[in-house]
């Protein structure tokens, strides 16, 4: 990969992104499934303890993939600070399965 295709490359993963998080804001899941994550994608979701006024505070860790359809995330890990009650909600708004 050449300099100008990998920073090509990054500024497509940054729009990605975008899309990403627009989607994920108004709860667009078919646009998240069609144009964000890979077809293989797999989430990651830690949660750590907090305090009451701790709201939510945590990183994010991203695999990407060059798909026919341009850059799609493939594997998503959210390291979160979250209250009991609100990692209960997003794991209820996402789908995914409680281990």
Do not use: P
Request: proline share 0%; aromatic share 10%.
């Amino acid at each position: 990969m050449t300099a100008a295709e990998e920073a090509l490359a990054h500024c497509q993963i940054m729009s990605l992104l975008s899309l990403y998080y627009q989607a994920l804001d108004v709860g667009d899941f078919d646009r998240l499934e069609r144009d964000v994550m890979s077809a293989d994608a797999t989430w990651s979701v830690i949660q750590l303890a907090t305090t009451m006024k701790t709201l939510a505070n945590g990183f994010v860790e991203t695999e990407h993939v060059r798909a026919r359809e341009g850059w799609r995330i493939r594997f998503y890990k959210v390291t979160e600070q979250i209250t009991d009650k609100d990692m209960l909600a997003f794991k209820q708004t996402l789908g995914l399965e409680y281990k």
